[in-house]
């Protein structure tokens, strides 16, 4: 699951943003901050399809044994996520209907101690984890005008 807020301002056909959201993996939590430009090519009374570019850094942690480790550092990545979307109200208040294809990146640092595995002892050492994380996106939201 995946929520974000934004707020922005329009001009004619193009809106301007700044959001902030919370991403939830099997192993993986993100907290996204970004800033997204969409435009509105298509447009008739009360509705209008646009194309929406989010872009941003998202803060990663990870839930794991690997945080108990005396030297662990979570690290986050940039992410972009393009997208098409429909958007119908009247008034004040629209629906939101979007599309899109999120790219992340997010990893961890982390200095093991010794320990026990399997059937022998090990040394400290030292670990990377780097995750690319891409995936499909279908987002519903309402707006204020």
Known sequence: PSVSMMQGIRYDRFSLG?????????????MPLFT??????????G???????????SRA????????QPEY?????YFYHPALGFRAGKGKLQFHMRAGYKIQNIGYDATAEWGWAWDRWYPPH????????????F??????R
């Open 139 to 144: 987002q519903m939201g309402l707006s204020l």
């Open 47 to 57: 509705h209008a399809l646009y194309v929406q570019m989010d872009a941003g850094y």
């Open 61 to 68: 942690w990870l839930r794991r044994r690997e945080e108990g």
């Open 18 to 30: 700044v959001g902030v959201g919370y991403d939830a993996f099997d192993d993986w939590q993100t």
């Open 126 to 137: 030292h670990v990377t984890v780097t995750r690319h994380i891409e995936r499909l996106s």
């Open 73 to 77: 550092r979570n690290a986050g990545g």
């Open 36 to 45: 997204g430009i969409s435009f509105d090519f298509v447009r008739a009374p």
